[in-house]
Every structure is written in structure tokens, then in C-alpha cells.
């Protein structure tokens, strides 16, 4: 018994407490099995912050032994030894980078695939509350944010965080006096550091949001574009896209806002540094206490631990901006589906279909029920159609039997066994599913019929596509069953389609038919074909039929008619017509009396 899933919070722009540490973590977990690139990474990590002393030693030597002493014949040893330092650093630096990027890079395959998997694994509900163009920015453009921190962000923090390290230890052994003076202007850093970056990642967070936006502009608009054409609207909705992408240069420009106004305060810090340095440095040599080469060393030094904070309040920015992007996925994985299975489900084998709806009181939104102390049973082996007005709640029906949906109360049995009690998987296996909106995918014909049965054979997809009437027109295109259908292939009419999704659900051959028909009339002949092809479909199966056509209505084994949620009537056409009740009027004005004496098979007519 489920209660009302909330809608996610992905209004909310204020970042959570710990989320870089928790996002660290994560990805930490993901690239423990790369201990080989790590120790590469760490090694030309260490090596490189060492290999930073080197030149600034050696310009102390030069300045304070070589000048000096007029050692021509040193020089060219000092030369080369910078020369090879700095290919030392280049090598080590490249070696970093290319370790850092490939782990990084696992870590983000890893997330990327653990989000799809999750979000295939959330109930229909979820999709219903949330948009597809802002699931599709959390995948692309949120992880893509992440891959930025891991290529370069994470590889400078850990870099730069050695270096800092390395350095300011050296300079402490150097002149801890005057180190610990400059050290004095860091906590100023560390506080304007800790007072921007929350603002930077709320900001951040706001711009990721304008980009689902636009994404979910551009997902609705572009899928629907014949509507857009047909009713005139694109200047409504290039007005309305403006509008969103206003949002995003707004969002952008206060995040760069503030970058503006903390990088020159770390700057101006910085330089005050190096004003210590100088006055009290320059103090120093005239007094005699360290020579011109220590205090030109020191400010090299000093070079190398600024260096590592100004990247940082860069780095800053990316580590933000992927925390932001962070939240937004972990607030996908960290969403449950509605649709459970128990911890030791039934793994069902082939069933009767015997589907009893015992008490089920269902309701999309709280406040407003669909179905009310429902109860329903489909007869295995029959067919079983329901009837009723459109929103009576027949599609809902159908969705409680493939568990796309819980009831809130009451219990679903299929032979006996109530629903959550079953592996999904193996529930889902047992159905068949041809709706109204047939679900094509790009790729061929064949790919198209054998969708969700991969392993069938040549011979068993033609025999599908033989029994669902549809052999004939796929082999009149000249590429047949390899013919691409969807954005770049061939266009298949409303009844063709019909005809295809009836031979996929043929080729899974489930026990069980879940049948929406489609309430678009079709010309005489693909009438003709599509009931030929149901015949097939139906046969020997428990059936559901959401019934439109005269000719599943009459050899229905048992209809029910719905009517806001409950079942009013129920009987054989014949029993049901004798009721002079619902049933006969919906049938009376569906189906006017000069259609009643054509033969089953032949009529179409929505039912609504
Ligand atoms: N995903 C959903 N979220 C919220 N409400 C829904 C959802 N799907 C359907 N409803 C509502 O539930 C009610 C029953 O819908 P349902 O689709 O089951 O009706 P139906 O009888 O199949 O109608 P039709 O013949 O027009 O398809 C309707 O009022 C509909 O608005």
C-alpha cells in the first residue's frame, strides 16, 4: 500500500551542507579500483611539487655564489640544470594529467551509467512528475559538469593543495618570521573563500536549472513540431524560448558577478604578500641578515604558494558548479521507485493469467480517485473487454495489471499471487502490450518487431510479422525487414504501425494481451488487417481489451462497463444489450444503426 510519492525538490536552489565532501566521496568509491593510475598520479604529484624548488635554488646559487665569485664556467651547468628541471616538470605534469583524467574520466562512465540504470529502474509515477527535458540535463549536462571537475578541477586541487603544502613547510624552515607573517594574510583568503563559495554554488545550482529549462523547452517543442506548424505557434514559442534562455544569461551573469568581485580580493591579498616580502625582505638584506639571492628565492617561493590559492579560487568555480550539478544527480539516485519488489520475490513461470482486482482503490493525485473499491477479474483464456466513456479509468486499469502504477489499497492477484509478490521482470514477461500510441523506435523494421524478444530467430520474426498481417507491406520496401523506420527511414501509416506492434507483441508470445485499441478510424482494408492480425494476437491468451471496435465487443467473452471508476454492468454483448442499460446507450450512439448489421471484423468506430 503506497502512499503519495512527493514531487522532487528540484526547485530548491540552496545548496546542501557537505555536499562536496559527500561528492568526493562518491567519487572516491567509484575509482578504488584504479590503485595503479592513482600511485602514477601521486608519485608525479609528489614529484612535481619537489621539482618546483629546484629553479628557485638555483637562481639563489647563481645570485648569491656565482655572481659574486664570477664563475663563467658554472653558468651553462646552471642552464642545463633548469633545462632539465623543466622537462622533468613537463613530463611529470603530463603524467599527472593523464592518470588524474583517465580515473577521473571511470569515475564519470560510472556515474553517468549508474544514473540511467537508476532512472530505468523508477516507476512510471516519477515520470510523470518530472520533466524529460530536465531528467535528460541531470544525464548530459550535470554529469558533463562533473567530468570538467574530474579532468582538470581535481587534478589541480590535489596538486595545488601539495605544493601549498611542500612550499609553505620550506619557507617556514627558511625564515619562519617572516613566513609566518605572510601565512598571516591567509585566513583572510580562507574566510572571503568560505563567504563566496556558497554563493557561487547557489548561483551555479540556478544556472543548471535554466539549462533544464531550456532543455525542457526544447525537448516539448522540437518532439511536437507538427503541432507547433499546424497551429501557427512558433513565434509564441520562440517568445517563450527567449524568455528561458533569458534566465540562463541572467543566472550566468550573477555567477560571474561574484567570480568578479572574489578573484581581484584574492588578488589584492596576493600582492599584499608580496608587499611583506619586499619592504620586510629588502629590511633584511640592508641590515645584512639574508643575502639578495635568499630574498629573490623567497619571492619565487612566495610565487609558488600564491599560485596554488589564486587557481584555487578558479578551481573554485568548477568545484561548485559540479557540486551543484552533483546534488541534482544524487537527488535522482537517491529517489526510490514506488513500484517495490519484495527482498524474496516469486519468480513466476508461465501463468493462466487469472487477474482478480480484489477491493483496489487506486488514484493518481491525492483527492482525486480514478477507481473505488474496485473488483474485476479477467477469465483465463478469455477474452475480457471494458467499455466506458473516455477518463472512466480503463487505461488506469491496465496500468495497475503491468504494476506501472500501486494501488493504494486492496490487492491485485495474478493466478493467486498478489502482484508485489513477483519478480517485476518475470510479471512483465507473461505481457503483451499493443496501445493506441504505438512506441516505434529508430532502427529497422526487424530491430522494431524483435524489441524485448533479441534472441529470436529470422524465421520467427517473419512468422510474427505473417500472423500480424504485416509481411506483405514490410517486403514491399526495398530494404524489407532491414528498412530503417523513425526520423531517417521509411513513414509507416497509423494502421501499418498497428501492425507492427502487434507483431512484436506476437513474437514475445505472452500469456497474457493487454489490448488499448486505437480509436482513429482506419480505411476498410487496414480494418480488414489489423482484426485479421488480432485474431491471431488473441487467440489461445487471456485477454483485456479496451474495446472501440464492434467486432472485439461481440466476441468478447465478458464486458464491463466503466463509469467513473466502477464497474456499472457486466455480461456478454447480447446479455448486456438485453439490460436496455449503459451499455446499450453508449452502444446506440457509437454505433448507429446502419453499422449494426455489418459483420464483425469490418466496422471501426470509437467507442467514446
Ligand atoms: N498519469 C496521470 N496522472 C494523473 N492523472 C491521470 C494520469 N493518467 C490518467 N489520469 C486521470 O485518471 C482518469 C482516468 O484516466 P484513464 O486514462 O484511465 O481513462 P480512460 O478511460 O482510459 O480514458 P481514454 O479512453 O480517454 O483513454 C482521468 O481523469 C485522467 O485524467
Given at each position: 500500500?503506497?502512499?503519495?510519492?512527493?514531487?522532487?525538490?528540484?526547485?530548491?536552489?540552496?545548496?546542501?551542507?557537505?555536499?562536496?565532501?559527500?561528492?568526493?566521496?562518491?567519487?572516491?568509491?567509484?575509482?578504488?579500483?584504479?590503485?595503479?593510475?592513482?600511485?602514477?598520479?601521486?608519485?608525479?604529484?609528489?614529484?612535481?611539487?619537489?621539482?618546483?624548488?629546484?629553479?628557485?635554488?638555483?637562481?639563489?646559487?647563481?645570485?648569491?655564489?656565482?655572481?659574486?665569485?664570477?664563475?663563467?664556467?658554472?653558468?651553462?651547468?646552471?642552464?642545463?640544470?633548469?633545462?632539465?628541471?623543466?622537462?622533468?616538470?613537463?613530463?611529470?605534469?603530463?603524467?599527472?594529467?593523464?592518470?588524474?583524467?583517465?580515473?577521473?574520466?571511470?569515475?564519470?562512465?560510472?556515474?553517468?551509467?549508474?544514473?540511467?540504470?537508476?532512472?530505468?529502474?523508477?516507476?512510471?509515477?516519477?515520470?510523470?512528475?518530472?520533466?524529460?527535458?530536465?531528467?535528460?540535463?541531470?544525464?548530459?549536462?550535470?554529469?558533463?559538469?562533473?567530468?570538467?571537475?574530474?579532468?582538470?578541477?581535481?587534478?589541480?586541487?590535489?596538486?595545488?593543495?601539495?605544493?601549498?603544502?611542500?612550499?609553505?613547510?620550506?619557507?617556514?624552515?627558511?625564515?619562519?618570521q617572516l613566513t609566518l607573517i605572510i601565512l598571516a594574510t591567509f585566513p583572510f583568503m580562507i574566510l572571503t573563500t568560505r563567504f563566496f563559495s556558497?554563493?557561487?554554488?547557489?548561483?551555479?545550482?540556478?544556472?543548471?536549472?535554466?539549462?533544464?529549462?531550456?532543455?525542457?523547452?526544447?525537448?516539448?517543442?522540437?518532439?511536437?513540431?507538427?503541432?507547433?506548424?499546424?497551429?501557427?505557434?512558433?513565434?509564441?514559442?520562440?517568445?517563450?524560448?527567449?524568455?528561458?534562455?533569458?534566465?540562463?544569461?541572467?543566472?550566468?551573469?550573477?555567477?560571474?558577478?561574484?567570480?568578479?568581485?572574489?578573484?581581484?580580493?584574492?588578488?589584492?591579498?596576493?600582492?599584499?604578500?608580496?608587499?611583506?616580502?619586499?619592504?620586510?625582505?629588502?629590511?633584511?638584506?640592508?641590515?645584512?641578515?639574508?643575502?639578495?639571492?635568499?630574498?629573490?628565492?623567497?619571492?619565487?617561493?612566495?610565487?609558488?604558494?600564491?599560485?596554488?590559492?589564486?587557481?584555487?579560487?578558479?578551481?573554485?568555480?568548477?568545484?561548485?558548479?559540479?557540486?551543484?550539478?552533483?546534488?541534482?544527480?544524487?537527488?535522482?539516485?537517491?529517489?526510490?521507485?514506488?513500484?517495490?519488489?519484495?527482498?524474496?520475490?516469486?519468480?513466476?513461470?508461465?501463468?493462466?493469467?487469472?487477474?482478480?482486482?480484489?477491493?483496489?482503490?487506486?488514484?493518481?493525485?491525492?483527492?482525486?480517485?480514478?477507481?473505488?473499491?474496485?473488483?474485476?477479474?479477467?477469465?483465463?483464456?478469455?477474452?475480457?473487454?471494458?467499455?466506458?466513456?473516455?477518463?472512466?479509468?480503463?487505461?488506469?486499469?491496465?496500468?495497475?495489471?503491468?504494476?506501472?502504477?500501486?494501488?493504494?489499497?486492496?490487492?491485485?492477484?495474478?493466478?493467486?499471487?498478489?502482484?508485489?509478490?513477483?519478480?517485476?521482470?518475470?510479471?512483465?514477461?507473461?505481457?503483451?502490450?499493443?496501445?493506441?500510441?504505438?512506441?516505434?523506435?529508430?532502427?529497422?523494421?526487424?530491430?522494431?518487431?524483435?524489441?524485448?524478444?533479441?534472441?529470436?530467430?529470422?524465421?520467427?520474426?517473419?512468422?510474427?510479422?505473417?500472423?500480424?498481417?504485416?509481411?506483405?507491406?514490410?517486403?514491399?520496401?526495398?530494404?524489407?525487414?532491414?528498412?530503417?523506420?523513425?526520423?531517417?527511414?521509411?513513414?509507416?501509416?497509423?494502421?501499418?504501425?498497428q501492425r507492427i506492434s502487434i507483431a512484436r507483441a506476437i513474437l514475445k508470445d505472452p500469456r497474457l494481451i493487454i489490448l488499448d485499441e486505437a480509436?482513429?478510424?482506419?480505411?476498410?482494408?487496414?480494418?480488414?488487417?489489423?482484426?485479421?492480425?488480432?485474431?491471431?494476437?488473441?487467440?489461445?491468451?487471456?485477454?483485456?481489451?479496451?474495446?472501440?471496435?464492434?467486432?472485439?465487443?461481440?466476441?468478447?467473452?465478458?464486458?464491463?462497463?466503466?463509469?467513473?471508476?466502477?464497474?456499472?454492468?457486466?455480461?456478454?454483448?447480447?446479455?448486456?444489450?438485453?439490460?436496455?442499460?449503459?451499455?446499450?446507450?453508449?452502444?446506440?450512439?457509437?454505433?448507429?444503426?446502419?453499422?449494426?448489421?455489418?459483420?464483425?471484423?469490418?466496422?471501426?468506430?470509437?467507442?467514446?
Amino acid at each position: 500500500m503506497n502512499g503519495f510519492p512527493h514531487r522532487m525538490r528540484v526547485e530548491s536552489v540552496k545548496p546542501k551542507r557537505g555536499s562536496i565532501w559527500s561528492m568526493y566521496k562518491r567519487m572516491f568509491f567509484h575509482v578504488r579500483g584504479q590503485w595503479k593510475l592513482l600511485l602514477i598520479a601521486a608519485i608525479s604529484i609528489i614529484a612535481v611539487s619537489l621539482l618546483e624548488f629546484v629553479i628557485p635554488q638555483l637562481s639563489q646559487y647563481t645570485i648569491d655564489r656565482l655572481i659574486p665569485n664570477k664563475r663563467y664556467d658554472l653558468l651553462i651547468w646552471i642552464a642545463l640544470g633548469v633545462l632539465v628541471t623543466a622537462l622533468l616538470l613537463a613530463l611529470f605534469n603530463y603524467l599527472s594529467g593523464i592518470a588524474m583524467a583517465s580515473v577521473g574520466q571511470k569515475a564519470v562512465y560510472d556515474l553517468r551509467n549508474q544514473l540511467y540504470s537508476h532512472l530505468q529502474s523508477l516507476d512510471i509515477g516519477f515520470f510523470d512528475r518530472n520533466r524529460t527535458g530536465d531528467l535528460m540535463s541531470r544525464v548530459t549536462s550535470d554529469v558533463g559538469m562533473l567530468q570538467q571537475l574530474v579532468s582538470s578541477g581535481m587534478m589541480s586541487i590535489v596538486t595545488d593543495t601539495f605544493t601549498f603544502a611542500a612550499v609553505a613547510i620550506y619557507m617556514l624552515w627558511m625564515d619562519w618570521q617572516l613566513t609566518l607573517i605572510i601565512l598571516a594574510t591567509f585566513p583572510f583568503m580562507i574566510l572571503t573563500t568560505r563567504f563566496f563559495s556558497k554563493r557561487i554554488r547557489a548561483a551555479f545550482k540556478k544556472i543548471q536549472q535554466s539549462v533544464a529549462e531550456v532543455t525542457n523547452h526544447l525537448q516539448d517543442t522540437l518532439s511536437s513540431i507538427r503541432l507547433m506548424k499546424a497551429f501557427s505557434t512558433e513565434q509564441y514559442e520562440t517568445e517563450r524560448f527567449a524568455d528561458r534562455s533569458s534566465a540562463n544569461r541572467q543566472a550566468n551573469l550573477d555567477a560571474v558577478k561574484l567570480r568578479a568581485i572574489y578573484e581581484p580580493i584574492i588578488d589584492m591579498l596576493n600582492f599584499a604578500g608580496l608587499a611583506i616580502v619586499l619592504i620586510l625582505g629588502a629590511k633584511h638584506v640592508m641590515d645584512g641578515g639574508l643575502t639578495v639571492g635568499t630574498i629573490v628565492a623567497f619571492l619565487a617561493y612566495l610565487r609558488l604558494l600564491q599560485n596554488p590559492i589564486r587557481r584555487f579560487s578558479r578551481t573554485l568555480n568548477t568545484v561548485q558548479q559540479s557540486a551543484a550539478a552533483y546534488e541534482r544527480i544524487v537527488e535522482i539516485l537517491e529517489t526510490k521507485s514506488q513500484v517495490m519488489e519484495k527482498a524474496n520475490a516469486l519468480e513466476l513461470g508461465r501463468v493462466q493469467g487469472h487477474v482478480v482486482f480484489h477491493d483496489v482503490s487506486f488514484a493518481y493525485q491525492p483527492e482525486v480517485p480514478v477507481l473505488e473499491h474496485f473488483d474485476f477479474e479477467l477469465l483465463p483464456g478469455k477474452v475480457t473487454a471494458i467499455v466506458g466513456a473516455s477518463g472512466a479509468g480503463k487505461s488506469t486499469i491496465t496500468h495497475l495489471i503491468t504494476r506501472f502504477y500501486d494501488p493504494q489499497q486492496g490487492m491485485i492477484t495474478i493466478d493467486g499471487h498478489p502482484l508485489p509478490d513477483i519478480q517485476l521482470q518475470s510479471l512483465r514477461r507473461q505481457m503483451g502490450i499493443v496501445s493506441q500510441d504505438v512506441a516505434l523506435l529508430n532502427g529497422t523494421i526487424r530491430d522494431n518487431i524483435s524489441y524485448g524478444t533479441p534472441h529470436a530467430t529470422d524465421a520467427e520474426i517473419e512468422a510474427a510479422a505473417h500472423a500480424a498481417n504485416a509481411h506483405t507491406f514490410i517486403t514491399s520496401f526495398p530494404l524489407g525487414y532491414e528498412a530503417q523506420i523513425g526520423e531517417r527511414g521509411v513513414k509507416l501509416s497509423g494502421g501499418q504501425k498497428q501492425r507492427i506492434s502487434i507483431a512484436r507483441a506476437i513474437l514475445k508470445d505472452p500469456r497474457l494481451i493487454i489490448l488499448d485499441e486505437a480509436t482513429s478510424a482506419l480505411d476498410t482494408e487496414s480494418e480488414k488487417a489489423i482484426q485479421d492480425a488480432l485474431v491471431h494476437l488473441l487467440e489461445d491468451r487471456t485477454s483485456l481489451v479496451i474495446a472501440h471496435r464492434l467486432s472485439t465487443i461481440q466476441r468478447a467473452d465478458r464486458i464491463y462497463v466503466l463509469d467513473q471508476g466502477k464497474i456499472i454492468e457486466a455480461g456478454t454483448h447480447d446479455s448486456l444489450l438485453a439490460q436496455q442499460g449503459k451499455y446499450k446507450q453508449l452502444y446506440e450512439l457509437q454505433f448507429p444503426q446502419k453499422l449494426r448489421d455489418i459483420p464483425a471484423g469490418v466496422v471501426t468506430r470509437g467507442m467514446k
